[in-house]
């Protein structure tokens, strides 16, 4: 009976992810409209509780939600099993993606059909930036953080400064746990420390592991796993870390090819984390298509996997873990930071464009501002807006 409810489960989960447009907040939507109105797997404040608790760890929100659910239902295994359906159709399509654009790289077709994608994803990256500020940047703390943290990371194109804007920023409101509403601690708990060592020894062990064979697999695998231990304010911002780090840094991947992955990525369902396999497949051309399948992997695998050991360690504990009030309160200042970086990345993108001719200029400014302007004054998609980027492309490239 138990075996059977687990297959149904998983399921509905395959469902979610090939249901599941608009991100986090649409994904948590569609959680409690299946998993508790329809399934009635976990109640209502269940879910929300475990969303909460998802909300303040490193990670993709609405991965760890739904792998969180998982665990409840079903224990680790049942959890792990969870992750894998949930990520595998959007990091399959991803990785294909990256290969595709390759192949047509190598053969030397005009990509030209993608013009206009370019500066609809900045428009996008500022649409998020513009969503993600008003969600998450409502004191004035917050406010100065946000726009220190953007000034700051705007200037300062080294990914090292992102988790120093983040630990001083959760430091900062952290001081200001009395605001927070006082709850009655329970009873001592007991921690498990097995999964929190795992974490540990993967972090430490990829570092060493790349840094004594520069073997471009692990070093990938080791600066994802970090990127996925360190972000904060999801997709959105997980995206602006790549920028910086994949192509501002490391320059594994073209400005226009990070875009177009960028803008492809919202027109599936299933976690925005997905990206990862975009970048890691195509941080790895040079060693062919077995290659770049190969960056896919590792690119899902490094990103995924600390949340998900995060999860396993700690929703043993989280019911004594949120009782401490300095904990709510240092999620202020790592959100407001992270909606920083955000509209830093956006501006940066945006700064690229400076260098080009005024009639290029000008029209993909006035790309970015329309792009802007549709998706946050209107309730059209960004699917169809992309798809129709795409399809003008196609047809401007045959005049």
């Known amino acids: 009976m138990r075996k059977s409810?687990?297959?149904i489960f998983l399921r509905d989960v395959l469902f979610l992810t090939l249901a599941a447009f608009g991100g986090p907040q649409a994904h948590v939507a569609l959680f409690l409209e299946v998993?508790?109105?329809?399934?009635?797997?976990?109640?209502?404040?269940?879910?929300?509780?475990?969303?909460?608790f998802c909300q303040i760890l490193p990670g993709p929100a609405s991965t760890?939600?739904?792998?969180?659910?998982?665990?409840?239902?079903?224990?680790?295994?049942?959890?792990?099993?969870?992750?894998?359906?949930?990520?595998?159709?959007?990091?399959?399509?991803?990785?294909m993606a990256a290969i595709g654009l390759q192949f047509l790289s190598d053969s030397h077709i005009s990509l030209d059909f993608a013009r206009f994608i370019e500066p609809m994803a900045v428009g996008l990256v500022f649409v998020a930036a513009y969503?993600?500020?008003?969600?998450?940047v409502n004191t004035p703390i917050s406010y100065v953080i946000y726009v220190v943290s953007a000034v700051f990371c705007f200037f300062v194109k080294s990914p090292a400064v992102f988790p120093i804007v983040l630990i001083i920023a959760g430091a900062i409101t952290s001081y200001?746990?009395?605001?927070?509403?006082?709850?009655?601690?329970?009873?001592?708990?007991?921690?498990?420390?097995?999964?929190?060592?795992?974490?540990?020894?993967?972090?430490?062990?990829?570092?060493?592991?790349?840094?004594?064979?520069?073997?471009?697999?692990?070093?990938?695998?080791?600066?994802?796993?970090?990127?996925?231990?360190?972000?904060?304010?999801?997709?959105?911002?997980?995206?602006?870390?790549?920028?910086k780090e994949f192509v501002v840094f490391k320059e594994y991947l073209e400005p226009n090819q990070f875009l177009t992955g960028y803008a492809l990525q919202r027109t599936l369902p299933g976690p925005l984390f997905s990206f990862s396999s975009f970048i890691g497949g195509m941080a790895m051309k040079e060693y062919g298509v077995w290659g770049q399948a190969l960056g896919g992997l590792v690119g899902a695998a490094g990103i995924f996997l600390p949340g998900t050991i995060l999860?396993?360690?700690?929703?043993?504990?989280?019911?004594?873990?949120?009782?401490?009030?300095?904990?709510?309160?240092?999620?202020?200042?790592?959100?407001?930071?992270?909606?920083?970086?955000?509209?830093?990345?956006?501006?940066?993108?945006f700064w690229d464009f400076l260098s080009l001719p005024v009639y290029e200029l000008t029209v993909n400014t006035?790309?970015?501002?329309?792009?802007?302007?549709?998706?946050?004054?209107?309730?059209?998609?960004?699917?169809?807006?992309?798809?129709?980027?795409?399809?003008v492309g196609i047809a401007c490239s045959y005049c």
């Not at 659910?69 to 990520?87: E, M, Q, S, Y």
């Not at 969503?131 to 998450?136: E, N, P, V, Y």
């Open 176 to 243: 200001r746990y009395r605001e927070q509403q006082r709850v009655e601690k329970k009873e001592k708990f007991k921690v498990e420390w097995a999964n929190l060592i795992l974490y540990g020894g993967i972090f430490v062990g990829a570092a060493l592991l790349g840094k004594i064979t520069d073997a471009l697999p692990i070093r990938l695998f080791e600066n994802f796993f970090r990127n996925g231990s360190l972000i904060f304010g999801g997709g959105e911002a997980l995206s602006a870390l790549f920028y």
């Open 35 to 52: 998993l508790v109105k329809k399934r009635n797997y976990i109640s209502e404040q269940e879910l929300i509780d475990l969303n909460s």
């Open 131 to 136: 969503k993600i500020g008003l969600l998450m």
């Open 64 to 95: 760890q939600t739904l792998t969180a659910v998982g665990f409840r239902i079903g224990g680790p295994k049942l959890a792990f099993l969870t992750l894998l359906v949930w990520i595998l159709p959007a990091c399959l399509i991803m990785t």
């Open 5 to 7: 409810r687990h297959l």
């Open 366 to 391: 006035s790309i970015v501002l329309g792009t802007f302007a549709i998706l946050v004054f209107t309730k059209l998609n960004a699917t169809y807006l992309i798809m129709a980027g795409f399809l």
């Open 311 to 349: 999860i396993f360690f700690l929703i043993r504990i989280w019911d004594n873990i949120k009782q401490y009030r300095v904990v709510k309160a240092a999620k202020e200042g790592l959100n407001a930071a992270s909606a920083g970086v955000v509209i830093a990345t956006a501006l940066i993108l």
